[in-house]
Nanobody
Framework: QVQLVESGGGLVQAGGSLRLSCVVS??????????MGWFRQAPGKERDFVTS????????LYADSVKGRFTISRDNAKNTMYLQMNMLRPEDTAVYYC?????????????????WGQGTQVTVSS
């Protein structure tokens, strides 16, 4: 079973920064050759794509709403993915989920990922 655990969420003022981490463990998925992604879900809304990274970090994709503010990265030696979030806005408030997919490339749809973490809350106050 593959397990993903997010951490690093919290409450921050607008303009501040947070760094999320996602650790992947368990059998059945080789982290170092898997595409990964971050999604977020605000209350009453659908789960939305934030960013994705391919197996070696050589390709990344970002939602337009976070381009220039968020940076995705990964450390395959630590089975860990990161999301550095700068210049946070109140509209970034959501539960943030990390996910892994059974292919090496990036993807933007929820259905392209098969294992998910439990999520970490990010709240940005104005």
């Amino acid at each position: 079973q593959v397990q993903l655990v997010e951490s690093g969420g919290g409450l921050v003022q607008a303009g501040g920064s947070l760094r999320l981490s996602c650790v992947v463990s368990g059998r059945g998925r080789a982290f170092s050759i898997s595409g990964m992604g971050w999604f977020r879900q605000a209350p009453g809304k659908e789960r939305d794509f934030v960013t994705s990274i391919n197996w070696n970090g050589g390709e990344t994709l970002y939602a337009d709403s976070v381009k220039g503010r968020f940076t995705i990265s990964r450390d395959n030696a630590k089975n860990t993915m990161y999301l550095q979030m700068n210049m946070l806005r109140p509209e970034d408030t959501a539960v943030y989920y990390c996910a892994t997919r059974p292919y090496a490339n990036t993807a933007v749809t929820v259905g392209a990922y098969d294992y998910w973490g439990q999520g970490t809350q990010v709240t940005v106050s104005s």
